[in-house]
């Protein structure tokens, strides 16, 4: 992995904590948690081909309007193609990010949610027994909506990312997930 990912996320995650801490004596009760967890599903869709993922994303709300996050996403389906009479199986391993997430509250029950952030993913590549893998690092940005019925502490989660990684790798993430603030 990557050590500017590794000191991305340690700085996100020190920053996000650090001012949660400080913003703690300043703002009044609020009636859900800061914390935040996501699991859910989606699609990769990377030069043309999409890929099934499962993510997993952990939130820190820091005030009502900025929200940091940390995310990975498991590739859970591959593709096979033939090259050359070869069959050449394609999948993505994984990828993780951190993200800085801007919120503008619509309702009581309802948030759209803008992020910008930096991911590195990656991918494998196998065929006639052998195999290649490759990462690629860059950055990525989306837009979503959040929905929690009666404004408690379940939800659930609707958003795009594309991403800009290395080697002109682009791509977007199609997710929806289920939120549970704690």
């Known amino acids: 992995m990557p050590k500017s990912l590794i000191l991305s996320a340690i700085a996100i995650s020190t920053l996000a904590f650090a001012v949660s801490a400080n913003a703690e004596t300043a703002k009044p009760a609020a009636s859900a948690s800061d914390n935040y967890f996501e699991v859910g599903g989606g699609a990769a869709r990377v030069s043309g081909e999409n890929f099934g993922t499962v993510n997993f994303t952990l939130g820190k709300t820091l005030n009502q309007s900025f929200a940091a996050e940390l995310e990975g996403q498991v590739g859970v389906t591959s593709k096979s193609y033939y090259y050359g009479g070869n069959k050449v199986k394609a999948q993505v391993d994984y990828a993780l ?46 837009v979503g909506i959040r929905y929690f019925p009666k404004g408690g502490d379940a939800g659930v989660r609707f958003d795009i990312t594309h991403f800009d990684l290395s080697h002109d790798l682009n791509g977007d993430l199609y997710q929806v997930s289920y939120i549970r603030r704690f």
């Open 97 to 142: 990010a951190a993200y800085a997430v801007g919120t503008l509250p619509v309702s009581a029950d309802t948030d759209l949610i803008g992020r910008v952030g930096y991911m590195t993913a990656e991918a494998k590549v196998a065929a006639s027994g052998a195999s290649a893998t490759d990462m690629e690092f860059g950055p990525a940005y989306g």
